[in-house]
Each structure stands twice: as structure tokens, then as C-alpha cells.
């Protein structure tokens, strides 16, 4: 293996390695219960049991994400989950919101 590619394969670890905690954090959140992720669903007239399935999920994908084997399948996963998150916030009119100067 060149350097070149081991530096490619490095680099690619620390960002699948970043992802997965901030999936682990976000899905953490959902689970405990804090505000702000309890307020967006509230928001989105979607029910408690979704943000528990939710948060779950997250947490799933970030551990799929670290086990090399199963690395493809939790970010196929994942971005299932976050096709859904796009979905609600279009819905919502929350996207179309952000992008207005």
C-alpha cells in the first residue's frame, strides 16, 4: 500500500469516526429525552415513540459505522434516516424558510 493511499484511508477513518459521534450524540439526545430534539418532532406532529425509534436508529448507524465490515450498511442507513429528515423539514416548510435572505 502507498503512503498516499494510507493517507486517503486515514483520513476517511477520522471522518467516518467524527460521523459516528455526532450520531451517537444526536440519537443520545433523542433517547434522554432533551429539549430541543423533543420540541422538533412536537413540531413535526410526529409522535414520542418515533423519536425514540429515531434516536435508536442513529445510534445503530454510528456503531455500524465504526465496525469496518458493517461500514456501508450503516451509512446506507443513515442516509435512509436523513431522506426522512429532509422530507419532514420540506414538509414543514422549515427548508424553504432557511434558504429566504
Do not use: D
Amino acid at each position: 500500500m502507498t503512503q498516499v493511499s494510507k493517507a486517503k484511508k486515514t483520513t476517511l477513518w477520522i471522518y467516518t469516526t467524527l460521523l459516528a459521534g455526532f450520531f451517537l450524540l444526536v440519537g443520545t439526545l433523542k433517547l434522554t429525552g432533551a429539549e430541543l430534539p423533543v420540541a422538533e418532532f412536537v413540531k413535526f406532529g410526529l409522535p414520542n415513540w418515533f423519536r425514540l425509534f429515531v434516536g435508536i436508529a442513529e445510534i445503530v448507524g454510528a456503531a455500524l459505522l465504526i465496525v469496518p465490515r458493517t461500514t456501508t450498511l450503516g451509512a446506507v442507513k443513515l442516509g435512509v434516516l436523513m431522506l426522512g429528515c429532509v422530507f419532514f423539514h420540506f414538509r414543514s416548510g422549515e427548508a424553504l424558510q432557511s434558504t429566504r435572505a
